[in-house]
């Protein structure tokens, strides 16, 4: 399988900002994408260097097998755009915008246009300017979802959405999977992609920190481990691995380091496990391993306790 | 680099379904009011020694100045004399016009991030310019076509066929060159703003650079993208080729344009943002500090703008004298006009047209309250513990405080940079006379208040009035209009200091009036929901 996007090295800069700094990504077709990191970490920036619209100041980017600046007209057929932020004309209706966006790409799947107006639950006949920041947003995504597009890129596309529109969009997403669509969904909502996405790129200061499928990025972290004990266990401090260990309700609770696991539970069943939990990093602990270090560390231990 | 200009059409025909009715009104008022014009023109100056009288009026410099080349006034039949007192002014509403269509589809559309979500589709790069770009120039073309086909079926002999499709196409030929200024200037900054700020400054500067050569009867006109309009000498030489000058400026300027637009990125400027203060000073801090903060930019571009105009004119000030002399007849054609010397009477003339600009400055700084509320931004403001009196008291303010520090600046220019070429004092004369000016144009600061009070969908009406109150200053004189309806502008009540003489009544009474209208407005703001949607 061909990838969709693959960038080598793409650095873009803005005067003195490095927005990207030696971006590596790629992206298989027919996969749900999830990219992630927080505010001005380069995503849009990345986003918007695979549209075209933003010159790359050095590196490789190819999408669909065309390179985005020079191919841009070509490869706009094939690809579609919702941005996190979206403005209309102000004195055209909903139902207009869609449309002209529609005939800009040379044309929309009529049926496909009224299905997604009435799931979306859009009234196409208010203004532009009428509209609420969520409904500017399924003016959008209506008109991208309505061509008949093979790589969708969205920009944290249910920004302004309420939680049901959001429930209709992971729906709307996970048909374009099945159909072998390609999307890469940039986004803040961990839960969202999550759900939606079987690979995962995480964005940091305009490089990707880490890259994978949800359970590869799993395997290479820490898990967390509530367990007690029938005999009690007073040596866990010199165990190699371990970390945030600390008693809670007669319990034990640490996170163990992926290669230290084994270990850790063959010297916890020497002491005769009664209860045990144990969770995988969920991708808000993935995303703090990353960024935490930008983070104080109080700030830190409450979001864990979260 | 494949299909640039793909969906040029299709932006062209969006263009087009957005702005027909913009592109009507002015086509339509720029048709029609030439038109009325030529037909009052008939009536003036039906007589042989109206046409005497205008053409010693004309022949002075500050005449040539307000108008075009002499050489229009080597035969003034009916038609050169439209051709030469009209095509200069409107070449700067075509240019306005122009500059704003322009800027309108392509930065406009960027800074708003339309432009992102259109360029997503198969849409070139190019495809935004090209489609400004022609829907601009159909708006020209319209003019051009009404007043070849109006003019003629005025049944006046001197308005030819040929002499009318000359003149249209001058217009044209104005029109497509500063729609070429404005996609440069639309490539050259981040801000819709700031490009029509450019384009229209390029607009005032060719008027300038003509003016100053048409008084001094110097080759500078040639400079002018709008001389070269008014060497095609409609109703006189009907010269075409000028106007391939303004044609292939157009074409160079449109290239430039692209070639600048394929080296930057969508929505950014030529040059990468400077970064700012992390903190505001303690100045920003304040409601007031804010409010001058955003006005800044604005308030520079026209403090420079309007200095640099009483400048040009100053230097000019000792040829109007010496024209005063050698003219024997003088003495008909200064009753015609009034005052004690031209110079006067010159000075009256020229403090009306910088009060009209600093009158422009007036009400966009007025309706810069209008556009934060309805960007949202004021809500935001307005969110805090500010009032809805003090939010719109401050750009009043700074308006009101703003505008009369321009056309002070700008006559004490004028004034300075004239005295040495003149032998009577001038300096405190241009400054009273500006200072007589500054009520009339508060009054239009206060129209623009009241609007923004109680009628904010309506805030057009304040620039009907400023548009209005120019034609009447600028043409008014030659026009002469019944006296009711030269006296709807406020400009018309001042006392014509100093070719008049100095009353001051009526400054004290245009004072109240604006009070009272900017007090009504704020009365209105306070009453009125919010503008957010």
């Given amino acids: 399988m061909s990838a969709a996007i693959t960038t080598r090295g793409l650095v873009k800069t803005f005067g003195p900002t490095r927005a990207l700094d030696g971006l590596d990504l790629e992206v298989d077709q027919g996969v749900v994408h999830g990219f992630l990191g927080p505010n001005g970490a380069g995503k849009s920036t990345a986003i918007r260097v695979f549209l075209g619209i933003l010159r790359a100041t050095a590196g490789e980017a190819r999408i669909l097998g065309k390179d985005p600046w020079h191919d841009a007209v070509d490869l706009h057929h094939r690809l579609a755009y919702v941005p996190g932020d979206v403005e209309l004309w102000p004195n055209l209706t909903g139902g207009e915008a869609i449309d002209v966006l529609g005939r800009l790409r040379g044309g929309l799947q009529d049926k496909r246009r009224a299905e997604l107006i009435e799931r979306f639950d859009l009234d196409p006949t208010k203004k532009g300017r009428t509209y609420s920041k969520g409904n500017r947003q399924k003016v959008a995504i209506i008109a991208a979802l309505s061509s008949g597009a093979d790589l969708f890129l969205l920009d944290e596309p249910t920004a302004g959405l309420d939680p049901l529109m959001e429930v209709v969009f992971q729906d709307v997403v996970r048909e374009l999977k099945s159909q072998g669509k390609t999307v890469l969904l940039s986004s803040h909502i961990l839960a969202q992609v999550e759900r939606l996405s079987d690979t995962i790129s995480i964005i940091r200061r305009g490089v990707i920190v880490q890259s994978g499928t949800l359970l590869q990025m799993r ?46 539970m063959s010297h916890l069943s020497g002491h005769g496990i009664d209860t045990l939990t144990s969770n995988p990093p969920t991708l808000e602990e993935l995303m703090l391993r990353h960024y935490g270090d930008e983070l104080s560390h109080e700030h830190l231990g409450e979001a864990r306790r979260a | 680099m494949s299909g640039v200009l793909s969906g040029s059409g299709r932006l062209f025909r ?174 050259l900054t981040q801000s819709s703003r700031g490009a029509n700020g450019l384009g229209i400054a390029a607009v005032g500067g060719a008027y300038l650079l003509r003016a100053s050569g048409d008084a001094a009867q110097s080759d500078l006109s040639w400079a002018s993208p709008i001389g070269w309009a008014q060497q095609s000498f409609p109703y006189l030489e009907n010269r075409w080729w000028p106007l391939a000058l303004n044609l292939l400026a157009f074409v160079a300027l449109s290239a430039l344009s692209m070639a600048l637009s394929a080296r930057r990125d969508l929505g950014s400027g030529m040059r990468a943002p400077r970064r700012g203060r992390a903190s505001a000073t303690s100045m920003l801090r304040t409601p007031l500090g804010l409010t001058l903060r955003l006005h800044r930019g604005m308030l520079l571009g026209f403090a420079i703008g309007l200095g640099l105009l009483g400048m040009s004119y100053g230097p000019f000030l000792g040829d109007i004298e010496t024209e005063f002399s050698d003219i024997s007849f003088i003495d008909e054609t200064l009753t015609a006009i009034g005052g004690e010397t031209l110079i006067d009477a010159f000075l009256t003339m020229l403090m009306t047209i910088i009060a009209v600009v600093a009158g422009v400055y007036g009400v966009m700084a007025v309706l810069r309250a209008r556009s934060e509320e309805t960007s949202g931004r004021g809500e935001q403001v307005l969110g805090t513990l500010q009032s809805r009196t003090t939010f719109l ?99 018309s009540w001042l006392p014509g200091y100093p070719a008049e003489e100095l009353t001051v009544l009526p400054l004290i009474v245009l004072t109240l009036v604006a009070a009272g209208l900017i007090a009504l407005g704020i009365v209105g703001f306070r009453r009125r929901d919010l503008d957010t949607a």
């Fill in chain 1, 219 to 264: 395997h290479l972290n820490r898990t967390h481990v509530e367990v007690r004990t029938h005999r009690p266990v007073d040596d866990l401090h010199t165990l190699p691995g371990l970390h945030d260990l600390r008693r809670e309700h007669g319990a034990w609770v640490f996170a163990v380091d992926p290669e230290h696991l084994d270990a850790t």
């Fill in chain 2, 14 to 187: 969006l263009a087009l379904r957005r702005d027909w009715v913009r592109m009507l009104v002015w086509v339509a008022s720029l048709g029609l009011g030439t038109a009325a014009i030529a037909l009052t023109f008939i009536e003036i100056y039906s007589t042989a020694e109206a046409k005497q009288a205008i053409i010693v009026t004309m022949a002075s410099p500050a005449g040539l100045a307000f108008t075009g080349p002499a050489h229009y006034l080597s035969d003034y039949n009916d038609g050169s004399i439209l051709s030469h007192q009209l095509l200069g002014f409107t070449a700067i509403l075509i240019g306005i016009m122009s500059v704003l269509f322009v800027v309108r589809h392509t930065r406009t559309e960027e800074e708003a991030g339309r432009a992102e979500l259109v360029r997503a589709n198969p849409v070139g790069r190019y495809a935004h310019l090209a489609s400004a770009l022609l829907l601009t120039g159909v708006a020209n073309v319209a003019l051009a076509a009404l007043l070849a086909v109006l003019l003629p079926l005025t049944g006046i002999t001197a308005l030819t066929w040929t002499g009318s499709l000359i003149f249209g196409a001058a217009h044209v030929a104005v029109g497509l060159t500063f729609a070429g200024v404005a996609a440069v200037t639309a490539q």
């Fill in chain 2, 393 to 491: 008291a401050n750009h009043v303010i700074v308006a009101v405080v703003g505008s009369a520090a321009i056309i002070l600046l700008a006559a004490a220019l004028l004034g300075v940079t004239g005295q040495p070429t003149v032998d009577q004092p001038v300096i405190g004369k241009a400054l009273v006379a500006a200072v007589i000016h500054i009520p009339a144009m508060w009054v239009l600061i206060g129209v623009a208040t009241a609007l923004v009070g109680w009628a904010p969908r309506a805030t057009v009406l304040a620039w009907a009035l400023l548009g209005y109150a120019g034609f009447v200053g600028y043409l008014g004189r030659f026009l002469q209009l019944p006296e009711w309806a030269g006296r709807l502008s406020p400009f």
